[in-house]
């Protein structure tokens, strides 16, 4: 007779929240690009090859391998014994304090703190921040920590990677959407510092204070997507009551960024709207509370 031993019960579970920020910094590696293609660059419009265009041409254009991570966020978030998610620790590696081998040697930190187990969380990542950080360790020669060796296959795992997009799209049966038209739809809010597409630009300026607080916001709004999907599984805390939890959260781990006005605005306007309600209802359900006693 086979004995079946029973499995340890499973503590709470993590989740790493990660999003990256990058930009063709190093041109070196694009020419080596364009002298094993043979190709010498020139001032003409015309594509190198036959059907591609200018901004598709990856002989005058550097594709995503070319790209150097500057700047990693990560947010850690744990199930709360009341139900929902909380907040434990958000921290961010960038330039102008690391380069990018010591953007990617702190994820891979990050990473190893973690109990066993831990799931990613990105909006996306299996289709960019795993393929940039995965290109980044082998350009440094870095080893990924244990526990983790599964993000070199492609980061493309259910059960360890929680990729939102990929969730949201029923595994990219819809057109996958970018992540402010989920906000929106949603109304979570996000994208505090800068448009999407004015990144690039920040990280060529050198702006680095904005990049973090860019790639920060993109990490507080997918732990809050991540709580609004985790709700289908856990309905124990009312929704709202987990959003404010983890916005008091990362108010309190981030108090000089220029984003946490907007997040305590968002929490003043939430209590004031449930004050409201809570006066509303004691008024059609109970009118004589209004009454000077006898």
Not at 1 to 22: F, I, Q
Not at 60 to 67: A, N
Request: proline share 6%; net charge neutral; hydrophobic share 45%.
């Amino acid at each position: 007779m086979k004995l079946e031993l029973p499995a340890p019960p499973r503590g709470p579970r993590t989740y790493v929240v990660l999003d990256l920020e990058s930009a063709v910094l190093d041109r070196t590696a694009h020419r080596r690009y364009q002298a094993m293609e043979r190709w010498v660059p020139d001032d003409s419009d015309r594509p190198s090859r036959p059907g591609y265009t200018r901004s598709e041409d990856p002989l005058k254009t550097p594709r995503w391998p070319f790209q150097t991570i500057t700047t990693a966020s990560i947010l850690i978030a744990r199930e709360h014994a009341d139900g929902g998610i909380d907040v434990s620790r958000f921290v961010t590696y960038s330039a102008p304090e690391c380069d990018e081998r010591g953007v990617l040697a702190g994820i891979l930190k990050e990473l190893a703190d973690t109990p066993a187990d831990t799931e990613l969380c990105s909006w996306g990542g299996s289709m960019h921040d795993v393929p940039l950080l995965i290109a980044g360790c082998a350009r440094h020669g870095l080893t990924l920590p244990r526990g983790w060796g599964w993000l070199a296959f492609g980061g493309k795992s259910a059960a360890r990677h929680v990729d939102l997009l990929r969730i949201f799209t029923g595994g990219f049966a819809m057109k996958p959407v970018h992540q402010t038209e989920m906000l929106a739809a949603l109304d979570l809010p996000g994208k505090w510092t800068a448009k999407p597409a004015a990144v690039a630009k920040l990280i060529e300026a050198g702006q680095w204070h904005l990049v973090k607080e860019v790639c920060e916001g993109d990490c507080v709004s997918e732990v809050l997507l991540l709580a609004r999907w985790r709700q289908m599984l856990d309905g124990r805390a009312e929704v709202n009551v987990v959003e404010d939890r983890i916005l008091r959260r990362i108010i309190q781990l981030m108090p000089g960024r220029g984003y946490v006005a907007a997040l305590q605005a968002r929490r003043d306007a939430r209590f004031a709207a449930q004050i409201g309600k809570a006066a509303n209802d004691a008024i059609a359900l109970a009118p004589w509370l209004d009454q000077d006693a006898a």
